[in-house]
């Protein structure tokens, strides 16, 4: 219909529509990382007994505004001896599978911008391409530190990452299908979350340790490696590697509302109002969540992931499996 209102090739319409979605997914990213800076300064300010931000603006809200212009603002140091490259390279190339997992994200009835018949498989091969970057960050920093911190990043999103998947497995199985929009629709009358409860905790479980958060920020871990990945990097390249964090967390529990929440579905008001509060509620259990608890070790990180929660997810998806052959048998 575009096509023939705008007098131009097809190609062209499609070229047009990715870039709108391009920029409605970089817009909501932005957004959200300046929401969620003000809120996770609140929440902390609210943890540590403090009042937080609260000078500029009414109640501190114009805070994250003016964190960004000065970030804005800042020289990109670029230390001698590192590889430029890898070092430029880095903090760009960490949005991009941030970005490109949006894609099949259903924000409500019809608002997805690929509802792809693979989107779960989709999903979890762009997102295992987080780790390069980090990696790429570490060892071209030329420094020990930053060094140690990629590939503790590489380690772990690569131990979580199993459990993961395997606690989406679960859902998969249920429905018979790996399209986003499906696993949403037949949800319309229970929400999985009640049918997979233990797929939920596991995903909540590794969700954190994929978004480097507390109690699994080991890849950053100040009090050992000062920032880890993030310790030869200022400005514009510091400020990407920080939006991609906040990225990765609406991501996660953008995916757990629509794989284990109902996604859109709600009574009365529209679909991507009842998206929005389930992933904002999220949003605020992982901010707390970060707040809360203590860092784990590096020999915890690894036991929890491989001893606990990989063996818990294989069992999970083995119940799973008698449920659905049972509940096909009965012709239910």
């Known amino acids: 219909m575009l096509t023939g209102w705008l007098g131009v090739d097809s190609v062209w319409v499609e070229l047009g529509m990715v870039l709108v979605y391009l920029a409605g997914i970089l817009g909501v990213i932005m957004a959200a990382a300046l929401v969620l800076l003000l809120v996770e300064r609140r929440v902390a300010g609210f943890v540590q007994y403090r009042l937080g931000p609260n000078r500029v603006g009414f109640q501190g809200v114009l805070q994250p505004v003016a964190d960004m212009f000065k970030l804005l603002t800042k020289e990109n140091i670029t230390p001698a001896g590192v590889d ?27 608002m997805i911008a690929q509802d792809l018949n693979i989107g779960i498989f989709y999903l979890i091969a762009v997102t295992s391409l987080t780790t390069i970057p980090f990696l790429m960050g570490g060892w071209g920093s030329n420094n020990k530190y930053s060094l140690l911190g990629g590939m503790r990043a590489v380690a772990q999103m690569i ?58 920020d080991i890849p950053e871990g100040e009090s050992e490696l ?9 400005g514009m390249k510091w400020s990407l590697f920080m939006m991609t964090e906040y990225g990765n967390l609406v991501l996660v529990s953008a995916v757990a509302t629509t794989m284990f929440l109902g996604g859109w579905h709600g009574p009365l008001l529209p679909g991507w109002f009842w998206f929005g509060l389930k992933t904002s509620l999220l949003l605020g259990f992982f901010i707390l969540m970060r707040w809360t608890f203590p860092r784990v070790r590096v020999d915890q990180l690894m036991k929890i ?21 049972l509940y096909k048998s009965m012709g239910w």
């Open 84 to 110: 430029k490259t890898l070092h430029t390279l880095a903090p760009v190339l960490v949005l991009v599978p941030t970005v490109l997992a949006f894609a099949v994200v259903p924000f409500g009835r019809g």
């Open 159 to 216: 131990s979580y990452e199993v459990p993961m998947v395997f606690s989406l497995l679960g859902v998969v199985m249920i429905v018979g299908s790996l399209q986003m929009s499906q696993i949403v629709e037949a949800q319309q009358k229970v929400w999985f979350v009640f049918l997979q409860p233990l797929a939920f905790f596991i995903y909540i479980i590794a969700a954190t340790a994929e978004c480097n958060r507390l109690p699994f």
């Open 226 to 234: 000062t920032a880890g990945v993030y310790t030869e990097y200022t």
């Open 305 to 325: 992931g491989w001893k606990y929660l990989v063996p818990v997810s294989l069992v999970n998806i083995f119940i799973t499996g008698i449920g659905v052959y």
